[in-house]
């Protein structure tokens, strides 16, 4: 067992934490967490905790939601059992690991291998010592699996030692139906799902099976005379099923896959895990030379983004954030579609799929949403949990501590074209045909017609979209915001492009679909109409376009008379005056420019960045990527970079951030996204994909892998000799576009051509 907690060598593959800082013991458990996409382990000590009420031992099920019978009440991911509890002692009390006494308790994450390592060391006085290494992961190989593994060694002390591992905090969140030895089965308070946890335990002394001293109800323990030099190994192999109606029984499921597991035993579990990490790494490692800060920082980003999908699961998708953490709720915001989907479409098109599948299943939810609102279509729950009903909460206590309304579940409207833009981006880069009949198209004709129905026609002969929030949440009921008005136009134009592109390739199919959802050709005239007439808000003259309605009358603030602020910029100037400043949160028309850069000709998208980019405060974690990406496609890698390492420091540095609530899995989407689409400069075209490299001057190199349409291809920036290395591994001849300019690639023939130095003119087609 020893041999299993030695972890990985190479330092840019691991993550180390030899604090003891109870008050920053919430931002560890966070950053260290294992996560599988259905299960999530924070990485709260295990034995002996002496400081529960600073830490929160949480344990995640994806989809595992309830509503609490309360006013107004809002739904949310509840705990599930802490499998992971130990309690080590002598036959008087506890043997304590404390703060302030005796060495650290320092971390590990591995994430080449996908799992946390934890050592202590217990004692007694002058009397007793043992050391400990912990070992923990949940499954990557089969979802519904966690390992832990105790390796204790007795140092000093020849007395008798108990033992006990458990699960606690069943009762938190959930009713217990049924627990047994191995077994246990909980159902929640209101949501009608049930959660079923099998555990087989099992300790050596010496190499030698001990039998459990006492047992009861998921609790094992033993007592034994311990000596100088023995080794005792605990392992603990756990089973989780969740079942959402009262047909399915997950009490079945964990019990035959816990006897499977047993009977291959711990090492197989173990290996099956590392392998699939393996197969995860060869498809989506980001490798950089000449900044080791950058190469952790991108590891770390890509270790999380491959622990929070699961792509067997079609009826759950990513909380903001993901299984790390309790902050909001595991509700699903845009985060998803425009941060996260990406990197899944390009590198696990499977789990991307199952993404997109759960807005499909929500889609019933969008529709009685917008027709609730006298619209039409599907408008997509702001804040979304298992059934796709609105779950954002009414209500919240606002940055200077009054109580606020909250407006984005009714006025954040761009989550819908938000999501189409995934189906579209996926569609693209996959050619799943199968899925946009099945399921894509849908999606996006059901989003376009929402469109259709929310944008009204007025006086000056346009189309105006009025009473909304943009990304940027500082401005409420605002009119004609920019990113909403043009994501929901070109959302309305894929609708038509679906809608003839299926009407000549699946007549059958169209025609089923259009009887369905009661379309005809006099929709998709009205649609087109509104399409043409849409206001921008685009100033012909300027190239600028106006974030909103009146935006460019409101007070002009100098932010950089506020650099090295501690609190965000709606703190220092107050909610209302916020308002009435152009003080952006986030990248607003800067997230336009990112994700339709198409929409700004010429000179107009680096006139516009430059424009908005000083009047944001990035009072959201999702707003440095943006601007980072758009930087770099603009060829100011310099400042790019800087974002970068703003954006990376959210969840890695001690600053003043706490991410006890949860990783910013949107941040991490954001860095790949950066890098990617960036520094790399990639674009996906109906061609192939583009790519426009602009390298920061220490990035030595940049690789990374892509998959296009059932191909595999792996790109290699090599800045000190000047090229750009494309290699197709797998799959059809296809086109990649170099600076604007097609090259064809295949199997037998790899592209190596010059890149250019930064700040040269960049490729910004599509
Ligand atoms: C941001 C939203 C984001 C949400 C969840 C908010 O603070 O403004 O854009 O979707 O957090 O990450």
Same mark, same amino acid.
């Given at each position: ?181 191995? #077994? ?148 699903? #915001? ?213 974030? #909103? ?218």
């Amino acid at each position: 067992m020893k041999q299993a907690l030695e972890p990985t060598a190479d330092a840019a593959w691991v993550l180390n934490d030899d604090g003891c800082d109870p008050l920053r013991e919430s931002d560890r458990e966070t950053r260290f967490t294992v996560s599988n996409g259905f299960l999530g382990a924070r990485a709260s000590h295990a034995v002996n905790r002496s400081f529960r009420r600073l830490v929160s031992p949480n344990s995640y099920v994806a989809g595992l939601f309830d509503t609490p019978d309360t006013d107004r009440p809002v739904p949310e991911r509840v705990f599930a059992p802490d499998w992971l509890d130990v309690r080590i002692g002598l036959a008087g009390g506890p043997l304590v690991h404390h703060f302030g006494q005796g060495p650290s308790h320092p971390l590990t994450l591995d994430m080449r291998r996908g799992l946390a390592l934890a050592e202590c060391r217990l004692v007694e006085g002058a009397a007793v010592s043992v050391r400990l290494g912990l070992l923990r992961f949940v499954s990557l190989s089969r979802r519904s699996l966690g390992l832990q593994l105790l390796h204790l060694e007795v140092d000093q002390g020849a007395t008798d030692i108990t033992l006990e591992a458990s699960f606690e905090g069943g009762d938190h969140d959930l009713i217990s139906e049924r627990l047994e030895t191995e #077994f246990g089965l909980w159902r929640t308070h209101h949501s009608g799902k049930r959660l079923a946890m099998a555990a087989a335990v099992a300790l050596r002394i010496d190499g030698q099976d001990l039998p459990p001293t006492a047992l009861a109800p998921l609790k094992w323990s033993w007592t034994w005379r311990a000596r100088p030099g023995q080794v005792v190994c605990l392992e603990r192999i756990v089973t989780v099923a969740r079942s959402d109606g009262p047909d399915q029984d997950p009490g079945a499921i964990v019990r035959k896959e816990l006897s499977d597991a047993r009977r291959s035993g711990w090492r197989s579990v173990m290996e099956q895990h590392e392998t699939a990490w393996a197969n995860r790494w060869s498809c989506s490692d980001v490798e950089v030379e000449g900044d080791a800060a950058a190469q952790k920082a991108i590891r770390f980003a890509v270790y999380h983004l491959n622990s929070a999908a699961n792509p067997d699961d079609p009826r759950v998708s990513i909380g903001a954030r993901g299984l790390t953490g309790a902050d909001y709720r595991g509700h699903v #915001f845009w985060d998803t579609e425009i941060f996260l989907l990406p990197f899944y479409i390009l590198t696990w098109p499977e789990a991307a799929r199952s993404l997109l599948m759960y807005r499909f299943h929500t889609l019933d939810g969008a529709r009685a949403k917008a027709a609730e609102r006298g619209w039409r279509g599907a408008f997509y729950a702001w804040e979304s949990t298992d059934t796709g009903l609105e779950a954002t909460p009414e209500q919240a206590v606002g940055p200077d501590r009054q109580i606020i309304d909250i407006l984005t579940g009714a006025q954040e409207q761009h989550i819908s074209a938000d999501v189409a833009y995934a189906v579209w981006q996926y569609w693209q880069a996959t050619g799943d045909d199968e899925f946009l009949v099945a399921a894509g198209a849908e999606i996006l004709l059901e989003t376009g017609r929402f469109w259709a129905s929310r944008a009204q026609p007025e006086a000056d002969g346009l189309h105006h979209i009025r009473g909304v929030i943009g990304p940027d949440e500082y401005h409420e009921a605002i009119d004609d915001n920019a990113f909403t008005n043009v994501m929901a136009r070109w959302n309305i134009r894929r609708a038509l492009e679906v809608a003839a592109m299926l009407g000549e390739r699946w007549p059958a199919e169209w025609t089923i679909l259009c009887r369905r959802l009661d379309l005809d050709e006099a929709d998709l005239g009205h649609w087109t109409g509104v399409a043409e007439t849409m206001a921008t808000g685009l100033d012909p003259d300027t190239g600028l376009f106006e974030q #909103f309605t009146g935006y460019f009358d409101l007070e002009d603030v100098d932010l950089s008379a506020y650099a090295g602020r501690s609190v965000p910029m709606d703190v220092v100037l107050g909610r209302e005056r916020t308002q009435r400043s152009q003080v952006i949160k986030q990248a607003d028309v800067v997230a336009l420019l990112a994700l339709l850069p198409e929409e700004f000709a010429g000179e107009t998208g680096a006139t516009n960045f430059r424009y908005y980019e000083p009047r944001c405060g990035h009072g959201s974690s999702l707003s440095t990527a943006m601007h980072g990406l758009v930087a770099a496609r603009l060829g100011d890698v310099e400042m790019a970079l800087d974002y970068f390492h703003r954006t990376a420091a959210i969840d890695l540095a001690d600053t003043k951030v706490a991410i006890g609530g949860g990783i910013h899995i949107a941040a991490q989407g954001g860095l790949w996204l950066m890098t990617v689409f960036g520094f790399a400069g990639l674009s996906l075209r109906s061609d192939g994909i583009g790519l426009a490299p602009h390298l920061p001057a220490s990035w030595l190199s940049l690789g990374f892998g892509l998959q296009w349409r059932g191909r595999s291809l792996a790109v290699r920036i090599d800045q000190t000799n000047q090229k750009l290395d494309v290699s197709l591994e797998s799959g059809q001849p296809m086109i990649i576009t170099i600076y604007g300019q097609p090259h064809s690639l295949s199997l037998d023939q790899a592209l190596v051509t010059d890149i250019k130095r930064p700040r040269q003119s960049d490729d910004r087609s599509r």
